[in-house]
């Protein structure tokens, strides 16, 4: 049962006119599902719902068709079409007596309106703002506009209602809603009674609030999200100034959601920051408003979160990643299983699903955005098929996850780790800087494992086709995983490329197996996820002399899209770390390496007493594939089935391990689909000619 420390998260709070069953508040966030999987991210919401969360969130709604963030997918409330597919998100959120809230954003300097073709309206005639430096201008809008604005406001909040929702978020953080840009000077740099002093850059938030609660009011709650601190220097929205725009509004909406200036820093990867790392710029903000309050920090203990209560920091606790990484995390801590919950490892992953305008997935949690298209549920299996007993050959991601799902489903499992230690890829990258949190991988699932009667892990274990043959399991699932080439083979060279005899040159797998070069170092990063720059950084921590060569115009490039590029960028420069963008490198020589102009192809030469080199990584398949050649001995020895997943079949993130072994467990002893699709989508439905 549940431990009585953890009560004060189950209290019921007041907001506006309504009432959360506890304080546990699913914040908006981005899914990269949106309006084009409706279904989807309903169904998704619908989980949080069971999982026992007391508010739940859409992400950012465009709430008007002159401001919309294309590329990005998000959700859209244009016109009264789109209200059926918003009211299936609401109805999902209500199920376990959650408040469905709706964040309404217009995204004024943020929103480039590619897909609307209309000129984008803001406070000031400005550039628009985005990760894409779109060339796009806003223009200012006039009085007039403004009051069109307000009264979009209204129409939206009147069909929010109709949809459903019980709350509404108005959106001013991130540098993305219009809110901010009316309070911050660096982007409301107006003469009129909306500019100048701070209480005339609140007068468009007072104005709106009260047209909308004058509209939706009685039964709806108002919620104002805005940023903690613009961190752009003097002219942004400061925390001071935050402070002051609260004090001088005290009571204006039902509940003060409060996040960081950026996107970056608010959604901070582990690398980067800590649980519960914007407290500082939260204390004290409390007693400013008679107003409840929530704030994000990535919280996955219920210590710091009931901390965050008892202090009078936070009223409700804010959580985005943690919700995905476990949707069921209040019902655990409800339920005292607090050894159940699993943690968000603070990766970033799910984000590149929006980035990349794709659809989310998470590292920790494989079913996350596919609990409509899969029909996966979070913490149900589907029953076990015809078969009784699996061998999981290696305990990396790929593995411990098969592991797990098997066992859930009915399955004996063995899992044989040819190494001392369980965890694969995960257990060596924990130990680099900054990824420590990452272990909870591997942490999360040993646990769980350890507590089921149908599983054994055999550790110094490595295994052959021929001891395979001997062992008798129905199911063979081979998750080998995958090693670092030293060949250099990646995107610059598709074949090996040319190195000297007697030169050094190291793999990620040598530096994470504790062999660090001396010396002036190249590292040559043609992988463009974190593996480069993490490894640059752990060299220029003992001493190294380290050049990072990329032929990317970015260090870490892909790390745009986890948000923590910039901070990769300035914690290298800071370390001393030489970076060399646009250049690759042609060859490598005992005392020297070769690079050449990504554009041009000219040459420079750098010294380099060893090349640490980052290119690509090939799977160990070659069990999987000795097996094969024995296929014919199969039937003898038991063996039904033989399949090859995670990094051992094709080397991807670890998110892509955890994925392909859930997977594999859903499937095992499944109906054969043929040539169908493996998932559920939902097709725009032809308007009439
Ligand atoms: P993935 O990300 O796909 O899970 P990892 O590289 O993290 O891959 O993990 C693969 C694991 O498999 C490693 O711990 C490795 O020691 C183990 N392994 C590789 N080959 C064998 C083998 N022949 N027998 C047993 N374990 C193996
Ligand atoms: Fe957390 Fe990573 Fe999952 Fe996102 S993808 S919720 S950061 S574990």
């Given at each position: 049962m549940r431990d009585p420390r953890y009560d004060i998260l189950f209290e019921p709070v007041k907001i506006g006119p309504l009432t959360a069953k506890n304080r546990f508040y699913q914040v908006p966030h981005c899914n990269g599902g949106g309006y084009r999987d409706p279904s989807a991210a309903a169904e998704m919401r619908g989980i949080k719902a069971e999982g026992g969360w007391g508010v739940i969130f859409t992400e950012q709604c465009e709430m008007h068709h002159t401001s919309e963030i294309t590329p990005f997918i998000e959700l859209r409330l244009w016109e009264d079409k789109d209200i059926p597919q918003l009211r299936r998100m609401s109805e999902k959120m209500k199920t376990h007596g959650a408040l469905a809230g709706i964040q309404l954003a217009y995204s004024g300097i943020n929103g480039p309106n590619l897909y609307t073709k209309e000129v984008p309206l803001a406070p000031s005639a400005l550039p628009i703002r985005t990760f894409t430096n779109d060339p796009v201008q806003a223009r200012a809008m006039s009085k007039s506009e403004i009051r069109d604005l307000r009264r979009w406001f209204v129409n939206a909040a009147k069909r929010s209602k109709e949809a459903g929702f019980d709350l509404i978020c108005l959106y001013g953080a991130h540098g993305f809603g219009i809110f901010q840009h009316f309070l911050s000077r660096a982007t409301n740099q107006r003469s009129d009674e909306y500019g100048g002093s701070l209480e005339n850059r609140s007068r468009f938030a007072r104005e709106v609030v009260a047209d909308m609660r004058d509209a939706v009011g009685d039964t709806m709650a108002l919620t104002m999200r805005v940023s903690l601190d613009e961190t752009i220097g003097e002219l942004g929205f400061s925390n001071a100034e935050l402070r002051d725009f609260i004090e001088m509004n005290r009571d204006l909406p039902d509940l003060w959601d409060l996040a960081q200036g950026t996107w970056e820093d608010c959604s901070g990867p582990s690398r980067f920051k800590d649980e519960a790392a914007q407290?500082?710029?939260?204390?004290?903000?409390?007693?400013?408003?008679?107003?409840?309050?929530?704030?994000?920090?990535?919280?996955?203990?219920?210590?710091?979160?009931?901390?965050?209560?008892?202090?009078?920091?936070?009223?409700?606790?804010?959580?985005?990643?943690?919700?995905?990484?476990?949707?069921?995390?209040?019902?655990?801590?409800?339920?005292?299983?607090?050894?159940?919950?699993?943690?968000?490892?603070?990766?970033?992953?799910?984000?590149?699903?929006?980035?990349?305008?794709?659809?989310?997935?998470?590292?920790?949690?494989?079913?996350?955005?596919?609990?409509?298209?899969?029909?996966?549920?979070?913490?149900?299996?589907?029953?076990?098929?015809?078969?009784?007993?699996?061998?999981?050959?290696?305990?990396?991601?790929?593995?411990?996850?098969?592991?797990?799902?098997?066992?859930?489903?009915?399955?004996?499992?063995?899992?044989?780790?040819?190494?001392?230690?369980?965890?694969?890829?995960?257990?060596?990258?924990?130990?680099?800087?900054?990824?420590?949190?990452?272990?909870?991988?591997?942490?999360?699932?040993?646990?769980?494992?350890?507590?089921?009667?149908?599983?054994?892990?055999?550790?110094?274990?490595?295994?052959?086709?021929?001891?395979?043959?001997?062992?008798?399991?129905?199911?063979?699932?081979?998750?080998?995983?995958?090693?670092?080439?030293?060949?250099?083979?990646?995107?610059?060279?598709?074949?090996?490329?040319?190195?000297?005899?007697?030169?050094?040159?190291?793999?990620?797998?040598?530096?994470?197996?504790?062999?660090?070069?001396?010396?002036?170092?190249?590292?040559?990063?043609?992988?463009?996820?974190?593996?480069?720059?993490?490894?640059?950084?752990?060299?220029?921590?003992?001493?190294?002399?380290?050049?990072?060569?990329?032929?990317?115009?970015?260090?870490?490039?892909?790390?745009?899209?986890?948000?923590?590029?910039?901070?990769?960028?300035?914690?290298?420069?800071?370390?001393?770390?030489?970076?060399?963008?646009?250049?690759?490198?042609?060859?490598?020589?005992?005392?020297?390496?070769?690079?050449?102009?990504?554009?041009?192809?000219?040459?420079?030469?750098?010294?380099?007493?060893?090349?640490?080199?980052?290119?690509?990584?090939?799977?160990?398949?070659?069990?999987?594939?000795?097996?094969?050649?024995?296929?014919?001995?199969?039937?003898?020895?038991?063996?039904?089935?033989?399949?090859?997943?995670?990094?051992?079949?094709?080397?991807?993130?670890?998110?892509?391990?955890?994925?392909?072994?859930?997977?594999?467990?859903?499937?095992?002893?499944?109906?054969?689909?043929?040539?169908?699709?493996?998932?559920?989508?939902?097709?725009?439905?032809?308007?009439?000619?």
């Open positions: 407290e500082t710029l939260v204390r004290g903000i409390h007693e400013l408003s008679d107003k409840p309050i929530v704030g994000v920090g990535r919280f996955t203990s219920p210590d710091v979160m009931a901390k965050m209560v008892k202090s009078g920091t936070l009223d409700l606790i804010g959580c985005a990643r943690p919700s995905i990484a476990d949707p069921f995390l209040p019902k655990k801590i409800e339920e005292g299983r607090i050894e159940d919950i699993r943690e968000c490892i603070g990766c970033n992953i799910c984000i590149t699903g929006d980035m990349t305008m794709s659809i989310s997935r998470c590292t920790q949690n494989p079913t996350f955005m596919e609990e409509w298209r899969k029909g996966w549920h979070p913490e149900k299996m589907n029953p076990k098929g015809a078969s009784q007993s699996v061998l999981v050959v290696g305990s990396g991601p790929a593995g411990l996850e098969a592991a797990w799902a098997l066992c859930r489903r009915g399955y004996d499992v063995a899992i044989a780790e040819a190494g001392t230690e369980i965890g694969g890829r995960v257990t060596r990258e924990r130990k680099l800087p900054g990824l420590s949190a990452w272990g909870r991988v591997v942490d999360y699932r040993d646990y769980q494992l350890s507590q089921r009667p149908n599983v054994e892990i055999y550790r110094d274990s490595e295994l052959d086709a021929e001891s395979l043959l001997e062992f008798g399991f129905e199911n063979i699932a081979i998750a080998t995983g995958a090693s670092w080439r030293r060949d250099g083979v990646s995107r610059q060279h598709v074949v090996p490329m040319p190195i000297a005899e007697g030169a050094r040159v190291y793999t990620p797998d040598d530096l994470m197996g504790g062999t660090i070069p001396e010396g002036k170092i190249v590292l040559f990063d043609d992988d463009h996820y974190y593996m480069g720059g993490v490894l640059a950084e752990l060299l220029a921590s003992r001493g190294a002399d380290v050049t990072l060569i990329t032929p990317s115009a970015y260090v870490s490039d892909w790390t745009n899209n986890t948000l923590e590029q910039a901070v990769i960028h300035a914690r290298l420069v800071e370390m001393g770390v030489e970076i060399v963008l646009n250049r690759g490198v042609t060859e490598i020589a005992a005392d020297h390496v070769l690079s050449n102009c990504v554009y041009t192809g000219r040459t420079t030469r750098y010294d380099a007493d060893a090349v640490v080199m980052v290119a690509s990584r090939q799977g160990r398949d070659g069990l999987y594939h000795d097996l094969l050649a024995r296929e014919s001995d199969w039937a003898d020895a038991g063996i039904k089935s033989v399949r090859l997943f995670g990094d051992a079949e094709a080397p991807g993130p670890i998110a892509w391990a955890t994925y392909a072994g859930h997977r594999y467990a859903r499937e095992l002893d499944g109906e054969d689909i043929g040539d169908a699709l493996p998932f559920r989508r939902e097709i725009t439905e032809l308007a009439a000619e």
